[in-house]
């Protein structure tokens, strides 16, 4: 008998797709979707003229930087349990290269983690400098998963949950993203840019809306949600129409896997970029393999959730107290949805975040970018950085400034999407006696930080602990880059809904200052978690609320202040074509780490079997919607993460051989990695795959890689290859319902 049937999920069609000659199945997609592609971008008459390109030149490029999936703790939910066990899907880089005619250059990197840190960035320019990429025109954000190894941010507070420093999440991320890079680089060609946007309702919801509610009135009357519902798509198209890839950007935070998931996922946004893949490469390419790249890219998250049924007590149901984000006694207050558990949720809101990207692909009239790309960049020291505040309440301005970085009573209450600890609340604006005397214990922070944090009751004076070296960044990075028409802001942390607004408000003026004002941007673009990460920025009114967002808003409540003077300054530059100074360069941290999670020592298989055993065989037969079980005994993951590989295959045998049709990095697949023995150092992994509702009958089998490692020697690796399984449709399935990955 076959195994349990899941709920309908991805792609799965109604009964066997048409069939062509040899019983394969016709996979006219990618054509049909070149085809309208081209009618789409040929203007009507009385729009765009056709003729010459802009001079653009344009690469993407794509690469695996999946780090440790075993036994190191994730990034994002600071859960000291949640270390990963296995893999859902993997992390990638996404690189896309502009050049004007000129020759100016931009590279834009999308990249499935949770945020990047400046020491990764610093690593990367060093390797991509022979190419000509600078602090000016490289750009790398992360899409801020939840469900990816840490370490690798280098300061004190942001890998404690991780034991320190862990060098292989570090050089995962360095050498893939430069790897994407290399190829956009090396695949240039002239090509066109057509932007365009529109709006998607039903992912998102503010989860901190009583401190989006403190914002003036006349601000928010501007606006018709209290969060930003709009999707912006830039498509990069080759001169003869070929589609090369998109950039999509849309504010909400990838954490449909909650903190209970241990195997590594680039969660809802990352899974969108899959499926989009998938729709314009062929539903049989490999995955990180194809030609097309599609990147879902962050934005002005700070304060967006996915879990759209909203926050609820834990046990009871009921609704939280709004304020706090608290329940009765112990109960947690958790927000989740739209689906039935953490899976279905992010295959949910990934497969609507894809569903509009291809109506705005397919069916949006985009204009198309010309001009020339200038690009500017700045480090800043923020404590002290000062700025003036024109207080709407009062009428009134002010001088403010940054303060040395420190979190807030409210930074241990956690958020809706993945509660903290210790029964900490969101919400607080007064100090605990005994929470401060272990603070102080630690450090207490002096009279000027606590007044110039203002209504932030402190927690950890960060900014004015160094021991055993900085636990939070004090130099950030501020970078603008004008594209034609199109300005993309990359911001050092997670700007709020109103926040990023104000952002973009901000830099849309600056730029149409000067003696001769630029026809644009039609449009600003709020590049989140970009080159450092400074935790959160807060307009100065959600600040006094102290909710997550407001206590983790680490340079005080003008910290949004001075960052927008900062991007004035930048947007001025752009103006008269002049760079800026380039600022004090963040400090050189890799000596002073500390790593505290042991290596693997050695690996021994369970008795009286051999690595790449197969411990549990699949039954004979599945229909669509099964899910396979194999497993395996297996070396740590740890021992090699196998990035631009695979621990797993599923192949089906056709005439010429076995061919792969999917690996772990498809959403169909499953990596699950247990220790059967710490003393002995055994393991097993267990695959699972769901069969595509529109998979080809035939025969299959499944397949594992690793490497194991014995005691004071080398890494080995091995394999292993369970029995031979027949996928037919003639088991009844049932219906299944039509959805965007298919």
Not at 283 to 310: C, Q
Not at 456 to 483: C, D, R, Y
Not at 674 to 695: F, H, K, N, Y
Request: glycine share 10%; proline share 7%.
């Amino acid at each position: 008998m076959a195994a349990a049937r899941p709920g309908r999920g991805l792609g799965r069609g109604r009964g066997p797709p048409d069939r062509g000659r040899g019983g394969r199945p016709l996979t006219l997609a990618p054509l049909a979707a070149a085809c309208l592609l081209l009618a789409l971008i040929t203007p009507p008459p009385g729009t765009l003229a056709a003729g010459p390109g802009p001079g653009y030149l344009l690469g993407v490029g794509i690469a695996d930087v999946t780090g440790p999936a075993a036994e190191v703790n994730f990034m994002g939910y600071a859960s000291p349990s949640q270390k990963g066990q296995g893999i859902h899907t993997r992390q990638f880089s996404r690189a896309f290269i502009f050049q004007d005619a000129a020759g100016a250059r931009l590279a834009f990197v999308s990249i499935d983690v949770g945020m990047i840190g400046s020491g990764v960035r610093k690593e990367v320019l060093k390797r991509l400098e022979p190419l000509g990429y600078t602090d000016n025109n490289l750009m790398l954000s992360g899409t801020h998963t939840h469900s990816a190894p840490g370490g690798f941010l280098q300061h004190l507070l942001f890998d404690i949950t991780t034991l320190g420093f862990i060098k292989e999440s570090f050089d995962g991320l360095v050498e893939g993203i430069t790897l994407s890079v290399q190829r956009a680089h090396n695949s240039v060609a002239p090509g066109r840019l057509l932007f365009t946007r529109g709006a998607l309702h039903g992912v998102s919801v503010n989860r901190s809306p009583t401190a989006y509610r403190n914002n003036p009135q006349a601000e928010r009357d501007r606006y018709t949600s209290d969060t930003d519902d709009d999707m912006l798509q830039l498509r990069l198209v080759r001169e003869d129409g070929r589609p090369l890839g998109v950039i999509n950007w849309f504010a909400v935070h990838p954490t449909s896997m909650n903190n209970t998931n241990k195997l590594v996922s680039s969660d809802n946004v990352g899974a969108a970029s899959l499926f989009f893949e998938r729709k314009m490469n062929g539903m049989e390419a490999i995955v990180g393999k194809g030609p097309f790249v599609a990147a879902f890219a962050s934005s002005n998250l700070g304060d967006v959730s996915p879990n759209t049924r909203g926050p609820r007590c834990q046990y009871s149901g009921k609704d939280c107290e709004m304020g706090t984000s608290s329940c009765p006694g112990n109960e947690a207050c958790i927000a989740s949805g739209p689906g039935a558990d953490m899976f279905e949720s992010t295959r949910i809101i990934a497969d609507r975040l894809a569903s509009k990207a291809w109506e705005l692909w397919t069916t949006a009239r985009a204009r198309e970018l010309t001009g020339p790309l200038f690009a500017v960049h700045q480090y800043t020291e923020m404590p002290g950085q000062e700025a003036e505040f024109f207080d709407v309440r009062s009428n009134s301005v002010s001088k403010v400034r940054a303060c040395l970085p420190a979190m807030g009573y409210s930074f241990a209450a956690g958020t809706t999407d993945g509660a903290g600890a210790f029964q900490f609340q969101q919400g607080t604006r007064s100090t605990n006696p005994l929470w401060n005397s272990l603070r102080n214990f630690i450090m207490e922070p002096s009279k000027g930080q606590v007044a110039c944090h203002g209504a932030k009751p402190i927690l950890l004076t960060t900014g004015e602990m160094n021991f055993p070296f900085q636990w939070q960044p004090t130099i950030v990075s501020h970078q603008l880059a004008v594209l034609g028409d199109l300005a993309l802001a990359c911001v050092p942390g997670e700007f709020t809904t109103m926040a990023g607004r104000r952002l973009r408000s901000a830099v849309h003026e600056a730029l149409q200052a000067g003696p001769q004002p630029t026809r644009g941007p039609e449009d600003v673009v709020v590049v989140g978690l970009c080159n450092t990460y400074s935790d959160y920025i807060t307009t100065p009114e959600e600040y006094e609320v102290q909710r997550y967002e407001g206590a983790s808003t680490i340079y005080g409540p003008h910290t949004l202040t001075v960052h927008l003077k900062m991007y004035r300054a930048l947007a001025a530059s752009v103006v008269r074509r002049a760079p800026p100074d380039p600022g004090p360069t963040p400090p050189e941290m890799m000596n002073d780490l500390i790593t505290l999670l042991p290596p693997v020592l050695f690996d021994t298989p369970v008795w009286e079997r051999s690595f790449g055993d197969v411990l549990e065989q699949p039954e004979e037969v599945y229909g669509p919607g099964d899910i396979v079980h194999v497993s395996f005994v297996s070396g740590h993951l740890r021992n090699n993460p196998r990035r631009e590989d695979t621990f797993l295959t599923v192949e089906r045998r056709e005439r010429e051989g076995w061919r792969v049709v999917a690996t772990d990095a498809n959403w169909e697949t499953k990596l699950m990695w247990e220790r059967v023995s710490a003393i002995l150092g055994s393991s097993r992994v267990i695959v699972q795959w769901t069969v595509p509702m529109d998979a080809p009958e035939g025969e299959y089998r499944i397949s594992h890689f690793g490497h194991y490692k014995k005691l004071f020697s080398d890494i080995i690796p091995y394999s292993g290859t369970s029995k031979v399984f027949r996928v037919t449709n003639d088991i009844d399935t049932g219906a299944a319902e039509e959805l965007f990955g298919k």
